[in-house]
């Protein structure tokens, strides 16, 4: 699907984000981008999403250079739910979500059929169905997270990156949208890419990480191999350890 | 019938009919039924005994291009507001609080000083030149890395808006013979419409509307900010630079005819998206429809309160404008504190 060599990126005053980075995204994956806060895993979704120009390297989507597919091709393949999203002008739910419909709709054509065909199925997807009339002003955070989610499926990816959607969100919710993302994986056999903080999440949704320090790669491993005590001391300077009685989910305590 | 189709309808009825107020009232008292049949006169009618020749001068020679002229420009300034505040993902941004407005009649005083007024589009042409001068500076100030603040992009405006009045100022001092001509831009008047000025600035419109519906999509999601319009499929710096200049050079062209007239790129914009939501390719219709009505409405009133002489136009728009400007303003120190 993704096939990333030597990619470096550098700010406008030469500062180095990525440097050198080579790994491969296979089909059907759902890989989880960790690190420190700083160490450059915004900065690598954007590189994926090509909303960023990268400074060395190459990034290959379907094994053609990322930079050959024109802004729309991409986004027919790369979806998108990024950190934040400011809506300073007041749109309904249903209006967000069609927005995803808009590398396949043509100029002055109204949304066809099949646009709202799919807008639809999205939202019940992500049970957002029954917010289509409400501003997105008025939604709660875990109803926004569930809206933005909604507008990438209707994008109709075989990809979706996802930048730290639990972040902001309460326990519940924050269950509810790995879950939907975990259907989103396996139901749909969409690849997932999702930056997150949350160990223990990363631990129970993602197969794959891929692991971020001051801006290099220093593990590219599936999840279950690399997250061991001596690795997260390593990475990320903390005590913990694993309960794994092999009856239930593995756990991480910190200490 | 849609609810929409017949707000569309009722505003067109409403604008027909106050184009026909506007052929009536003025200093020379005419009946409507005189000025229905001089108008149909123009579509083939015979011409009537019973009119005087001079109804017929002042209704198809002083006022009827004057209320083209209040259209054509009221839908065309309204229409770069909405196009405005999507690029600059900013209720409160139009041409005239921005200073391009000001820009485009700072060329024009120029033009005049140069003598260009002689040459065809010449005080447009170097009007587009200054506006489009503005805007860049103008986003130049305002940009931190991708984004454009609020506060400094009204900043940018207003501190724009002194430099030119000051750079006017000195320039009508120091070219007094030409001051009276170079006044008329700072103040803004339809007087002086001719069907050549309605004809100009129609085709400028025309092409500016047409742009902006094109694009009035794009538009939607790149109010949701430029990388996230980008992963939807969106050539976020292609499509700015386009309706910017396209929507400029509609400024720069209403300028060059009307001069400076204030607020209707807020006001209309902002009213019509209390009804219809923020969805452009629902706004642009309305927002055309009603800047005609607007500017047209207060053209009829600018002429007719105090007869014979006039009051400036932009006092009546501004008059309604800045309440609504500062209304917003409020609006938007509320969103900022939470």
Redesign the interface.
């Given at each position: 699907m993704i096939e990333v060599k030597h990619l470096t990126y550098k700010t406008r005053n030469k500062k180095i984000l990525l440097s050198d980075l080579n790994f491969e995204i296979k089909d059907g994956g759902f890989y989880g981008i960790i690190g420190n806060n700083g160490s450059g895993k915004t900065t690598l979704l954007r590189c994926l999403s090509n909303t960023l120009n990268i400074d060395g390297g190459s990034v290959f989507l379907n094994h053609k250079d990322i930079t050959s597919y024109s802004i729309r091709q991409v986004a027919k393949q790369i979806a998108v739910v990024p950190q934040h999203t400011d809506f300073l002008f007041d749109f309904s739910a249903h209006q967000i979500v069609m927005m995803g419909r808009s590398p396949y709709q043509k100029r002055l054509c109204a949304d066809s059929e099949q646009d709202l065909q799919i807008v639809e199925q999205s939202m019940r997807q992500t049970s957002t169905w029954h917010l289509r009339n409400t501003s997105v002003k008025v939604l709660s955070g875990g109803e926004l997270q569930r809206v933005i989610i909604a507008r990438a499926l209707s994008q109709n990816t075989p990809l979706i990156l996802l930048d730290e959607p639990v972040s902001n969100l309460d326990i519940k919710h924050q269950f509810e949208v790995m879950n939907l993302l975990s259907d989103i994986n396996k139901e749909h056999k969409k690849t997932i890419i999702i930056v997150i903080h949350d160990l223990n999440l990363a631990l129970k949704y993602t197969n794959h990480l891929l692991v971020i320090r001051d801006g290099c790669l220093i593990a590219d491993k599936p999840t279950k191999e690399f997250l061991t005590s001596d690795n997260i001391k390593k990475v990320f300077n903390v005590n913990s350890s694993i309960i794994d009685n092999n009856q239930s989910q593995p756990y991480i305590i910190f200490q | 019938m849609k609810r929409q189709t017949i707000i569309i309808i009722l505003l067109i009825v409403a604008l027909l009919a106050m184009m026909l107020v506007g052929c009536i009232v003025g200093t020379a008292n005419i009946g409507l039924k005189d000025a229905l049949q001089v108008l149909m006169s123009v579509f083939g009618g015979e011409n009537s005994a019973n009119i005087p020749e001079s109804t017929y001068y002042i209704i198809l020679n002083l006022r009827l291009p004057r209320v083209l002229l209040a259209v054509v420009t009221g839908g065309g300034l309204s229409v770069c507001g909405v196009a405005y505040q999507a690029i600059f993902?900013?209720?409160l941004s139009d041409p005239y609080v921005l200073g391009v407005s000001s820009g485009a009649s700072l060329g024009a005083a120029i033009a005049i000083i140069i003598a260009l007024d002689g040459a065809f589009l010449g005080i447009s042409a170097l009007s587009f030149l200054t506006a489009l001068l503005t805007v860049i500076l103008i986003i130049g100030i305002s940009s931190i890395g991708n984004r454009l603040h609020t506060t400094t992009l009204l900043l940018a405006g207003i501190s724009i808006n002194f430099l030119i009045s000051a750079l006017i100022s000195v320039l009508m001092i120091l070219n007094k013979q030409e001051m009276d001509k170079i006044i008329f831009w700072t103040m803004g008047s339809l007087a002086s419409a001719n069907y050549e000025s309605v004809a100009i600035t129609a085709c400028f419109v025309f092409i500016g509307v047409m742009i902006v519906?094109?694009?009035a999509?794009?538009l939607?999601?790149m109010?949701?900010?430029s990388?996230?319009a980008?992963?939807?499929?969106?050539?976020v710096e292609r499509t700015k630079k386009i309706i910017l200049v396209s929507s400029t050079l509609m400024i720069a062209v209403i300028v060059s005819f009307t001069g400076v007239i204030g607020f209707i790129g807020l006001v209309v914009p902002h009213i019509v998206?209390l009804i219809v939501?923020?969805?452009n390719r629902r706004i642009l219709p309305y927002a055309l429809l009603g800047g005609m009505l607007f500017m047209l409405s207060a053209d009829i009133v600018c002429r007719t309160v105090i007869p014979p002489s006039e009051l400036p136009i932009g006092s009546i728009t501004s008059l309604i404008g800045a309440p609504v400007f500062i209304y917003l303003l409020f609006n938007a120190k509320k969103r900022l504190n939470g």
């Open positions: - | 993902r900013n209720p519906a094109l694009y999509r794009d939607n999601t109010l949701l900010g990388s996230s980008r992963t939807m499929g969106v050539n998206r939501g923020s969805d």
